[in-house]
């Protein structure tokens, strides 16, 4: 495990719905340049969490705080600004635009120009455009989807579209990207090669939190894994202290072995 | 683009403004069907108020309250001309400025919704606006504002750039010529809007809010402005429809008006900037066709609008991807 700054403290939060507490009084920190998985079985309040990082939702107590300061009750889009950006659960891209549009549409952040500027053609905007042509190029060659380049996103396999979702994560230049279940509906080799491709992520000096599903690819690829179970954490560790670790088998029960990659 | 697609749509434009500046007038004038003046100026304003409507249908809403904002903008042209002695041509921007305010006050709650519930909320926008316009006294209740002076000149010096409509023979003529400009302005300054890194944050805005929001995207400043944009195409037209009937009245623009200008983008095309003139045309002539057939018009009609939709529900002009002219 690389040993990194904390660059987000996820501090005591929790959050209702009514009178079902989706997710009790959780607490971790992520380093700098490091993968941490969050799992749990279903309905364990993983996506909560998510969303909850993410800004997508409120805390109802507890707070989370990015480089230092409380990322909490801003909108999503302030968030992203900051550098925490997320990515989605299901195949979520713009389905109407091509591969490279749809990259090209997530660079906004980026932007030196405003509306009135892209409106009226200005110098900047115009630069602005040139560069976020080259950069979503960039990224397109580096996620592997040269082929798919000008091919509407509605078109593409599951696969491909997993790769577009992080591409366009990617294009907001994140110091942290949130991967909502991204081996989610994957065969075999489809998940490993989306592996490599959070492997290269993190090359890039990106952080990476990601919520899944499937066992063996988080114990192959993160270095901390936290473990929530309704709604409360139950463990945190290293990938091999997870494996041991006997709540995490005992909420896995009936299908432990298989489930939790032994 | 390549480049001859570039000169075939020069081609298409040169050939679209020569017809309505020279080869309408010339026609009518030849043909003596002068009422046909008045009958374009409407396809020219309600094309310029179906704008606006379309630009929220391309930030992913269904805008049935246009007709509200048109009776709004045409009494703020109205009573500033009447009771402030303005001139009329300075209500214009202040009835399209005054409609944007008053909707970015109404959208900044309503535009949170989507689908359905926020088509049903402007759908009763105009009944709110009619009930208001008779309940006010400054806007003269059921009575409406009647005997509102035509536009005088705009000039300097003994130069008058536009002349006084109320000296002139044909007022009618020169409303045309009011109306087709502006609705050329309008298109000109949507189609760059379509056509900047603008549209393509509308469009995500479309396609997926919460992944606009993620990527970065000001959602809700983006929504509002759309919205302020529409709404002041919208009073912009129902001013120019008030400076002609010089009256207006509480009913002048009611939810059968909103519903037009609905339709008006369906059968134009969604996806074309364009596509509200050729709908509205569309529309408005089709009505007219059909008024022969007496008591079946309305049947007929509507009938015909189903079986358009079903056939071509993309719109008239995705029957012609050569013009290029897809948002």
Redo the contacts between chains.
């Keep these: 495990m690389s040993a990194g700054e904390t660059i987000l403290e996820v501090k005591g939060i929790s959050r209702r719905f009514g009178g079902l507490v989706a997710v009790n009084d959780v607490s971790f920190n992520v380093a700098e340049k490091q993968i941490l998985s969050v799992i749990g079985p279903n309905g364990a309040g993983k996506s909560t969490l998510f969303k909850l990082i ?1 800004s ?1 939702l409120t805390p109802s107590a507890g707070e989370v705080l990015f480089q230092g300061a409380r990322i909490s009750g801003l ?3 302030i968030v ?2 900051k550098g925490v ?4 659960q299901e195949t ?6 091509t591969v490279r ?1 749809n990259i ?3 660079h ?2 980026r ?1 030196h120009a405003g ?1 009135t500027g ?2 009226f ?1 200005s110098q900047i ?1 115009r630069s602005d ?1 040139a560069e976020f042509g080259r950069s979503a190029d960039e990224i397109i060659d580096f996620l592997g989807l040269a082929e798919q380049r000008d091919k509407l996103a509605s078109s593409l396999p599951h696969g491909h579209l997993r790769a577009l979702g992080i591409g ?1 994560g990617l ?2 230049n994140p110091k942290l990207l949130l991967l909502d279940e991204p081996f989610a509906g994957m065969n075999h080799d489809e998940t490993s090669r989306a592996v490599a491709m959070v492997g290269r992520v993190r090359e890039r000096g990106v952080t990476v939190v990601l919520v899944e599903h499937d066992m063996p690819a988080v114990m192959k690829i993160s270095d901390r894994v936290v473990v929530l179970n309704f709604g409360v954490k139950i463990a945190e560790g290293t990938p091999a202290e997870i494996q041991r670790n006997d709540k995490v088998i005992e909420a896995y029960l009936g299908s432990e072995d298989a489930s939790i990659g032994l | 683009m390549s480049r001859s697609q570039t000169s075939t749509q020069l081609a298409i434009l040169a050939a679209f403004l020569l017809a309505i500046f020279v080869v309408v007038p010339w026609i009518i004038a030849a043909s003596g069907r002068f009422d046909l003046y008045y009958t374009l100026t409407s396809v020219a304003l309600l094309s310029i108020a179906s704008a606006g409507v379309w630009l929220t249908f391309y930030i992913g809403r269904i805008n049935i309250g246009q007709g509200a904002y048109a009776l709004m903008g045409g009494y703020v042209s109205a009573i500033l001309v009447v009771q402030a002695g303005l001139s009329f041509w300075l209500t214009l921007p202040l009835a399209g400025m005054f409609c944007a305010a008053i909707s970015v006050l109404i959208g900044l709650p309503i535009l949170r919704l989507r689908g359905v519930y926020f088509a049903m909320v402007t759908l009763v926008l105009t009944e709110v606006a009619r009930l208001t316009a008779l309940a006010l006294p400054i806007t003269n209740g059921a009575k409406g504002m009647v005997s509102i002076p035509l536009p005088g000149p705009i000039g300097f010096g003994g130069f008058n750039l536009v002349p006084n409509f109320a000296t002139l023979k044909t007022p009618n003529l020169a409303f045309y010529y009011l109306s087709m400009v502006l609705m050329c302005l309008c298109f000109g300054a949507m189609y760059r809007l379509v056509h900047s890194r603008i549209g393509k944050l509308c469009q995500s805005l479309q396609q997926n809010e919460e992944l606009a929001s993620s990527i970065g995207v000001n959602i809700t400043l983006l929504r509002v402005i759309a919205y302020a944009i529409s709404s002041f195409l919208g009073g912009l037209s129902g001013a120019i429809f008030v400076g002609i009937a010089q009256s207006i009245y509480p009913s002048s623009f009611t939810v059968t008006d909103s519903v037009n200008f609905m339709l008006n983008c369906f059968l134009g095309g969604l996806g074309y900037v364009f596509g509200p003139i050729i709908g509205t045309f569309l529309l408005y002539f089709g009505w007219d066709l059909l008024f022969q057939t007496g008591p079946y018009q309305l049947l007929i009609f509507s009938s015909l609008l189903i079986i358009f939709m079903l056939v071509l529900p993309n719109g008239l002009l995705s029957l012609n991807p050569f013009a290029g002219k897809k948002a």
Excluded at chain 1, 85 to 88: K, L, S
Aim: glycine content about 4%.
């Design positions: 993410a997508f909108s999503p889009h992203a600004r950006v997320r990515t989605f979520t891209v713009f389905k109407a635009m549009e090209v549409i997530a906004h952040l932007s509306l892209f409106y053609g905007a455009e366009i294009a907001t």
